[in-house]
């Protein structure tokens, strides 16, 4: 049965971001944009997130950019909850708007020049956007319902809908929902209209994923961050140029999270969220 939840707590957040200035080179010469340049530097990270030690070396040769800091961002979650809930009720909720052009583009190239025998039997799994939850799950045996979506601009917000959803629905105790991308690819940038100038924020690299759980009774002494008030409202400015924006909208509600007061998160495509610390017995009127 059913029990909407008007709220959601924060069991933990982590990230796999690069650090400020930290840039990786991309080569345009081949599949890029033809009046970029022969190269460009993006916020990402310099060295490619796969060789990392926490990734494990077989998931390595199998996985892309993306997937790969998926992965890291989600281990780092789990480590924090030492109380977790049985594989089976853990769900993995993840949006991922550009998909794995960083393994699906030079296998296409191989397929073009070479023919099919010469690539590799993951490209079929390693590039779509569904990638990195599906690499996620199996590899950490997560048990639960599992979701990817795909909207580059309210995917994120889609994506805490659907964790939600899940709670409510009583289909899960813990849902770990984030955004993961990676856009160290030529192809990539061909996205952006050679009259448009390439994004000058936000990381264009990384992932953030959150714990979430059904309101619990902790002590008023130990807070528990909460969500609340998922909405859509009409847009009223012009959408901030950021390199992935289902990523900064992520990193947006991470970074609030250190807030003393409620504050709104803008989840892109309309979509805020309201994030406050939990209030005491005596704000309930329950001293």
Known sequence: MRKPLHELEIAAAATALPPDGERATVDLRRSG????????????FATDPRTDPAVPAPLRRRIDRFAAVAHLAVNRVLADLPDRPPRERIGVFLVNARAGWSYGEPELALLVDQGAEAMHAYQATAWFPAAAQGEVTIDLDLRGCAKTTAGRASGFAEALWLARDALERDAVDLALVGAAESLVNGFVLRDWPAEQALPDSGPAEGAVVFALRR???????????RLHDLRHEPETATPQQVWAPTLSAAADLYAALAAAAPADVDLGGGFRITVHPRRSNSEHGTE
Not at 33 to 44: E, F, K, S
């Open 215 to 225: 309101p619990t009774d902790e002590p008023a002494d130990h807070p528990a961050t």
């Open 33 to 44: 944009p033809p009046d970029r340049g022969d190269t460009v530097d993006l916020p990402a």
